[in-house]
Each structure stands twice: as C-alpha cells, then as structure tokens.
C-alpha cells in the first residue's frame, strides 16, 4: 500500500487536501517519503483555503526520503517538500518539529512512512 493509498483509506480530510495540493501523485509513486499527519479536525479549518496556502501547509507535512524515529534527533533540521526548514527539539519524552509535538508511532508504507503530529505546521 503506498502513502497515497492509505490516506484515502484513513484520512479522507487529508486526502482532499493532498489531491488539491496537487501531491496525491507524488505519494502515489516509488519515490520514498516521510509525511506528518495531523489530526483530521485540526484539519478542518483549512479546507476552503486558496489552493496556494493548502499546497504550501500541506509541503510543510511532507519530507523526501524515509524517516525513522531515530531521525528526529535533537538540533536536525529538516527540509520539506516546500523547501522549507523543521526544527527538531527533543523535551523529556517528546519530539518538538518546529514547537508542534510529533508521534513516534510510526507507520511503514510501500514508498515511505506516516508520523502523526499533534498539529498543523505552518510556513
């Protein structure tokens, strides 16, 4: 099953918001990535948005290249589908990507792996 796949199947907020940013493609195909989930109702708020800000909120959740937890390491950066840059804090037993907590259940797909974070990433 690839990312693209499984985002239909378990996300369907999510999945709208990929296919109008135009990456159901890109997650659909062999090339490996890591994409950071968050929640469905935090979702929400940005459907209706201008197809410009869903693409670059939904770039800030995608990483080429598959991550494993122990990737997250304290001071990474890491650089996003957009071009842009997450911080990597670690604090006692969480994972901080640019002050959003991540979740270090990690699930493994057919061209990469899914993270769920606790919020959205803005860019």
């Not at 979702?43 to 197809?51: I, Y």
């Not at 990507?97 to 270090?104: E, I, T």
Request: one cysteine or more; aromatic letters at 4%.
């Amino acid at each position: 099953m690839t990312i693209m796949q499984y985002v239909v199947n378990e996300r369907p907020v999510l999945a709208e918001l990929l296919t109008t940013a135009g990456m159901a493609p890109t997650l659909s195909g062999s090339t490996a990535y890591t994409l950071l989930m968050p929640a469905e109702a935090r979702l929400q708020e940005l459907k209706g948005q201008s197809v410009e800000k869903i693409r670059a909120v939904m770039a800030m959740h995608l990483i080429k290249g598959t991550l494993a937890g122990s990737d997250f390491k304290e001071g990474s950066r890491l650089q996003t589908y957009g071009g842009a840059t997450l911080n990597v804090c670690r604090k006692k037993d969480s994972t901080l990507l640019n002050g959003v907590q991540l979740r270090m259940t990690e699930l493994a797909l057919r061209n990469g792996r899914v993270y769920e974070l606790d919020g959205v990433l803005q860019p």
